[in-house]
């Protein structure tokens, strides 16, 4: 899928800026110099659609195979690897609104449906902001900022299922190299290195998965 480049306007600063709509993301420099292809670093995600709607979802698996190296995972839908974008209507998810819907849920949040004021489209906060509750959001389908009336947090799942908070047992799991990640949304499930838990030892320094999984996710958004 091509890039779709257009001008949303300037910055506070009085910066242009310049969106794709196709891959939802900004397409301008630090100057507001227009870029030709965005910034999206996954295009390729998007050339693959499954509508959530016109199939039968039994499971949708988030699998960071190693946290610690690489934040972007594999998506698993009916236990089959999925490459693409998750539709229904005008919805389109990827990896990274999988992503805040584990930390939402790993935060017990209560999600919101909230509709774009500029493009009508519904919203999906991730990394920081999947745990943040806020007023002003930045629309992932015309890159505009629009303010709500209470502060929350959206995300689209939440029109078609009722997704589960995420339950963690009273446990603690020491981490080395590797800190494998797996997460299924429909569920409430969430492992690591295959074991349900809430507590992490890292270099003999105890964290809580939520703080562990907070930080290292802050930036994918």
Same mark, same amino acid.
């Given at each position: 899928?091509? $890039?779709?480049?257009?001008y949303?306007g ?5 910066? %242009?800026q310049?969106? $794709?709509?196709n891959?939802?993301? #900004?397409?301008c ?5 227009r ?8 295009k390729?995600q #998007?050339?693959? $659609?499954?509508?959530l709607?016109? @199939?039968k979802?039994e ?16 998506? #698993? ?6 490459k693409?974008?998750?539709?229904f209507?005008?919805s389109?998810? @990827? ?5 805040g819907?584990?930390?939402?849920k ?7 449906t ?5 493009c ?5 906060? @991730? *990394?920081?902001f999947?745990?943040? %509750?806020?007023?002003t959001?930045?629309?992932?389908? $015309? *890159?505009?900022l ?5 502060? @929350? ?10 997704i589960?908070?995420? *339950? ?19 569920? *409430? ?11 992490l ?7 809580s ?6 930080d290292?996710?802050?930036d994918? #958004?």
């Amino acid at each position: 899928m091509k $890039c779709n480049i257009e001008y949303i306007g300037k910055s506070e600063n009085e910066i %242009p800026q310049y969106y $794709c709509t196709n891959h939802k993301a #900004f397409a301008c420099d630090e100057k507001g110099n227009r870029l030709e292809e965005c910034l999206c670093t996954n295009k390729e995600q #998007f050339d693959q $659609c499954l509508d959530l709607k016109q @199939n039968k979802i039994e499971n949708i698996k988030v699998i960071y195979h190693n946290i610690l190296d690489n934040v972007v995972p594999d998506i #698993f839908v009916n236990n089959k690897l999925f490459k693409g974008v998750l539709v229904f209507e005008n919805s389109v998810l @990827n990896y990274k609104d999988l992503g805040g819907m584990m930390l939402a849920k790993m935060n017990q949040i209560s999600l919101e449906t909230v509709k774009c004021n500029y493009c009508n489209h519904y919203h999906s906060d @991730n *990394g920081k902001f999947a745990y943040t %509750p806020h007023r002003t959001h930045l629309c992932q389908y $015309c *890159g505009h900022l629009f303010s709500v009336k209470e502060r @929350n947090i959206g995300n689209e799942f939440a029109m078609i299922w009722d997704i589960l908070d995420i *339950g963690l047992e009273n446990k603690e799991i020491s981490i080395g190299d590797i800190c494998h990640i797996e997460y299924e949304l429909l569920k *409430g499930k969430l492992l690591v290195n295959h074991e349900n838990v809430n507590q992490l030892v890292i270099q003999n320094k105890k964290v809580s998965i939520i703080d562990f999984l907070n930080d290292i996710l802050k930036d994918e #958004f």
